[in-house]
């Protein structure tokens, strides 16, 4: 009888451990959502903003919630339905449908320049290493205005050697102006005056 009791204790915690794990799948935990909320507080309203990397839209969804967008372009490839979990952008497409604000851009940046407007806002949280992190900053930059908020996640040294590394290049002698939030999002104010890069705090 005990063997019966201890296989469906078993059970019960293997499903909660995973129900667990797909809720805090990106920003499942308070401190994670409340850290990008931070961030959207530090912006003003009427933003054109740029995504790259919305995977199930739960970013997406806290930056149009924060009311200041009139716009969000999110750019992912969404694997071409190679994904291990299919579902990610079918609830990407639920969060798209309940709020107009989202322009769904499947593919590269690359693939949609020509749609997306000069941007107030880029989010950059795809790929996470150096050489594409690099990439990521200085392409989106160039559909930029002036002054453009630019930001990302993951600026965790525990896991993200690359990013960090790229991000701390290119902002050398400007990381004074770079504001960090608890979900380990940065956010720096770009200018780029003749090709130059010139900054403020946000
Ligand atoms: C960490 S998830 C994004 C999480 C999302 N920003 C959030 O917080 O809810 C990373 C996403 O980047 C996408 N991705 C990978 N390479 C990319 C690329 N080159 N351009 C755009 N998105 C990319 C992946 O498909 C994945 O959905």
């Known amino acids: 009888m005990w063997k019966a009791h201890l296989i469906g204790a078993t059970f019960l915690a293997l499903f909660l451990f995973a129900r667990g794990k797909k809720m805090r799948e990106m920003r499942g935990n308070k401190r994670k959502v409340e850290g990008l909320q931070e961030l959207c507080e530090c912006l003003p309203s009427g933003l054109k903003g740029l995504e790259i990397g919305s995977f199930a839209g739960e970013s997406a969804q806290i930056f149009i919630e924060s ?7 999110c750019v992912d490839p969404w694997n071409d339905g190679k994904s ?3 579902d990610v952008e079918v609830r990407f497409d639920v969060v798209a449908e309940q709020h107009p604000e989202i322009v769904k851009c499947k593919g590269y940046l690359q693939d949609h320049v020509h749609d997306i407007p000069p941007l107030d806002f880029i989010y950059i949280d795809a790929q996470h290493k150096l050489v594409q992190t690099y990439q990521f900053v200085f392409q989106s930059l160039l559909l930029a205005k002036e002054p ?3 930001a990302g996640h993951d600026y965790d040294n525990r896991q993200y050697d690359g990013l960090i590394e790229a991000i701390d290049t290119i902002f050398g002698g400007h990381m004074d102006n770079m504001v960090f939030f608890e979900d380990t999002s940065y956010m720096i104010k770009v200018d780029r005056h003749r090709g130059k890069i010139e900054t403020s705090k946000p």
């Open 67 to 73: 009311g200041r967008f009139e716009k969000l372009y």
């Open 148 to 150: 453009c908020w630019l």
């Open 84 to 86: 291990k979990k299919p």
